[in-house]
C-alpha cells in the first residue's frame, strides 16, 4: 500500500486542484442592469485562500451552452472581483454563470463554479412560461454502493430520480425477479433520491417496475450483478467511527485487501488488512478525516481499484456569521450602519473576508444562489445539480443524515482518474497557472505549406502609454505564448514576426474561454404574468438609474502604477516640442537624436544604435523600432512618417533582451494620443480587438449626508442598496459599513458570504425595512 500512498502523494502534488466561489450581488436581472461579483479562490485540500492563479474566466452561458457574455477579471490573494452589465441583446430565460481559472482547464468541467440566473428582456416580447406545453419527463438511475452487485452478498442500491425540470420526483418502486415475485418494495425519501438493501441471486433476473405520482408506470434494469467482484459498505459505527466493511467472492486469488482514503487530495489514510471468509472490516477515525466530502478506495492485492464511494463528515467547527443593522426600520435617503461579526461556533472570533449584497427583495426575485459554505463542502465535490445543499448542513437529525448518505452514493464522483496516478509516465498539464499574469495563445504557420512552423520570434503590442511589447518563441508544435502584465480593459493588439526576416507565416490566435460543455443542465424558464407591474417598475429604475449614474462610475480608465516603458528608463529622451521643428524624420533622427545613426544602403535606411558601454562602437545591425509600443521592421515607412505627430523619441543604447529575442537597442517613438497617429501598419502584421482583464468599477452608493443632498431632485431608484465586495473583519471578528438607502420603498434583504484564514466559510441572510419619507 505504501507505493499506492507514494504515488498518490505525487501526483496530488502536481495536480493541484483550484476550487472558486462567485458570489453574485442578486440572482435575477433584467436587461441594462449591472450583475456585480464576489471570487473566492481557495485550495479544494483545505479551503483556506489560493494565491495561485491571477486570472479568472466568467462566461454566461444560454440553455443551448453558448457563452452570450464572457470577461476577465483580476485575482490577487485568492480573491477578486468585477461586474457585467446585461446587454439589451440577451432574450429572456435562465442562464449558468459559470467560472474558472486557467488551471482548472486542465480538468473536467465538472471543476467549475456554476450558478444559475435569471434574466428578464422586457422590451422584446418573451413567452413568460417556454416550457408549459412539454411533457414532463424523467430519469431514474441506480447506484450499487461501491460500485458492484456481486452474486450472494448484500449491497445497498442508491437510486435518484429526477424530472426534466431537475427536481426530484416521487414514485413507488418494487424490484421482482423473471418470477414477477415481488423482493423489495422502495419509494424516494428526499428529492427523488433514496436506497434498499438487496442480495442478488445467481440464475435469477430482475427488474424494476416503478410507478409515478400520476399512475405512470416504468420498467428498468438493475445493474448487472457480476459473479465476482467487490462490495462496500460504509456507515457510522459511533459519534466518533466510522465502520467499513468489504465483502469479496474473489478471496481464492488474494488473502488480503486494502483501504486508501482522502480527503480532497489531503488527509490520507491507508490499511491493509488480511480477508477472513471474504470479509475484511476496517474502522476509520473521524477526527483523522478531513472536514467534508472523503473518498473510500478499496485495493485488490495487485494494487488495482476495485471499489470506492464518498463519505461526508460533518465540518468540526461551524463558521457564524452574525449581522445588524441600527434598526428595523428606515426612511428613504436614511443613514443604514451595518454590523457583521465572524466567529466559530465555540465563539472564537474569526478574522475573515466577506462580501455584502443589499438589494430590494420584490416578488420577481429568484431563488438566492447556493451559500459559499454548502458549496466548497458538498455540492463543488459531487456531480450534476443539487436540489436544495442547504437541507443536508442540518445537524443532529438522523434523516438528514440518512438521506445525505444516501446523496453520496447517487451523486459521488472523484476528481480525477487513477489511471493517471499509477501511469509510468509523468502526468503533464497544457494550461499553466496564470500566476505572474494572463496568457495569450496563437500559433504560427507556414502560408506555403500550411503546416505549424518551430522557433519563430513573434512580438505582441497594444498602441497604449507606457509601452508594452510581449515577445514568445513558437514552440515545436507552433504554439506560441504570451504572459502579459497589467493588461486590462479593450484594446486592439497586434501581433507579427519580424518582417525583415520571416515574410512568408502567418499566425492565428486562440480563444482564452474553455469549449468544455456545462457540468448541469439549466431548469426551465417561469415567468408569472402576475408580476408584471412589478417588472415595469423595475425596468423603469433601472433605466432612470443608468441615466443619472454619475459619468465618473460610468467611465472606466486603468491608471498604471508605473509610467516608464517595458525597458525601463531610456538612456536618452527627446521631446521633440522642446526643439526646432523640422519638416522630415531624417532631419529629425540626424539633428537631434545623438544615440542614433542613420544609414541609407541600396536605397533603404537603416539605423545604427551607440553601444553606451563602448561608445566608440556602432551596432552592426537594426535596433528594434517601436510607435507607440508597436514594432515597425521598415525602418522607410518610419522616415516617412510625419515628425509633427511625434511627441517623444526614446533611446535604450545596449543590447536588450525580451524572453528568447535579443535586440541592438531600442528607438521608442511616441504620438501625442499613443494611437499610432494614423501611421499604415504591414498588412501582414494581425490586428484584432481582444479584451484584457477588467477594470475595477467602483459601486455608486450615494451619500445623503447634508441636507442640500437629502432635498436633490435627482432621482434614487437603486434596487441594490449596496454592494461591498472586500470587507476585512479585525482580529475581535467585526466589521462595521454604512450606507444610504435610496427612494425605493419595501423589504430590504442582506445575504453576506465568508470565508476565514483558516477555510471555514459561511453565509448570513437578514433583511430591514424602509417607508417613504414624510414631507
Known sequence: MSEVEKKFQSYSQKAIQEKLYLHLDRSFYVVGETMWFKAYDVNAASNQFMDLSKIAYVEVMDREQNAVIQTKFSLLGGKGNGSLVIPSSIASGNYKIRCYTN????????????????????????????????????DIQFFPEGGQLVKNIESKIGFRAVASDGKG??????????????????????????????????????????????????????????????????????????KVLVSTHAERLENSISLFVHTRQANNYAETKPLNAGKAVFVLEKNKMGDGISQITVFNILGKPVSERL?????????????????????????????????????????????????LSDSIQSDDQEGIGSYLNLSSDLKGNIESPEYYAQRNSKEVDADLDNLMITQGWRRFKWDDVFSKTPVTFANLPEFDGHFIYGKVFNTISNEPVRGI???????????????????????????????????EITIQTNLRLDSTYRIEMANPFSKQPLKAGLKSFLFDKKLENQLLTRTVNMQTGNSFLPKIYKENKYVFADSIAFFGTPDEKYFLDDFTRFPTMEEVMREYVRGVMVRRRQKEFHFRMVDKFFPQILFNT????????????????????????????????????????????IVSLSTYRGDLAGFEMDPRVLVLPY?????????????????????????????????????????QGKAQLSFYTSDQPGHYRVIVQGITKSGLAGSKTFSFEVARRSL
Do not use: C
Not at 484584457?692 to 450615494?702: K, W
Not at 437629502?710 to 465586495?725: E, G, M, T, V, Y
Open 691 to 731: 479584451e484584457g482583464a477588467q477594470i475595477i468599477r467602483e459601486f455608486y452608493s450615494p451619500k445623503y449626508d447634508s441636507q442640500v443632498k437629502l432635498q436633490s431632485r435627482i432621482p434614487d431608484f437603486r434596487n441594490l442598496l449596496h454592494w461591498a465586495p472586500d470587507v476585512d473583519t479585525d482580529s
Open 457 to 491: 520570434g513573434t512580438y505582441l503590442a497594444a498602441p497604449d502609454f507606457p509601452a508594452r511589447l510581449y515577445y514568445a518563441m513558437s514552440d515545436a508544435s507552433g504554439t506560441i505564448r504570451f504572459e502579459v502584465k497589467e493588461f486590462f480593459g479593450p484594446k
Open 103 to 138: 488551471w482548472m482547464k486542465n480538468f473536467s468541467s465538472e471543476y467549475f463554479f456554476e450558478t444559475t440566473i435569471s434574466i428578464v428582456n422586457p422590451f422584446v416580447k418573451f413567452d413568460p412560461n417556454p416550457d408549459e406545453k412539454q411533457e414532463l419527463t424523467y
Open 622 to 665: 537594426d535596433p528594434l523600432i517601436l510607435l507607440d509600443g508597436i514594432p515597425v521592421f521598415n525602418t522607410d515607412k518610419i522616415m516617412a512618417f510625419d515628425p509633427l505627430k511625434v511627441k517623444k523619441i526614446e533611446l535604450m543604447n545596449a543590447h536588450y533582451y525580451l524572453g528568447w529575442g535579443d535586440f541592438t537597442g
Open 311 to 359: 463519505y461526508f463528515k460533518r465540518p468540526a467547527k461551524d463558521f457564524v456569521l452574525d449581522g445588524k443593522v441600527s434598526k428595523q426600520e428606515y426612511n428613504t435617503r436614511d443613514k443604514v450602519i451595518m454590523d457583521l461579526s465572524s466567529s466559530s461556533d465555540a465563539g472564537i472570533a474569526e478574522i475573515s473576508n466577506l462580501s455584502v449584497s443589499v438589494f
Open 169 to 242: 420526483i416521487n414514485f413507488n418502486g418494487v424490484l421482482v425477479n423473471q418470477d414477477n415475485d415481488t423482493l423489495v418494495r422502495f419509494s424516494p425519501r428526499k428529492f427523488g433520491i433514496g436506497s434498499f438493501m438487496f442480495k442478488p441471486v445467481a440464475g435469477n433476473e430482475y427488474r424494476i417496475l416503478v410507478k409515478d405520482s400520476k399512475g405512470k408506470s416504468s420498467t428498468y434494469k438493475l445493474p448487472e450483478v457480476q459473479e465476482q467482484g467487490y462490495v462496500l459498505q460504509v456507515k457510522d459505527s459511533t459519534d466518533k467511527l466510522v
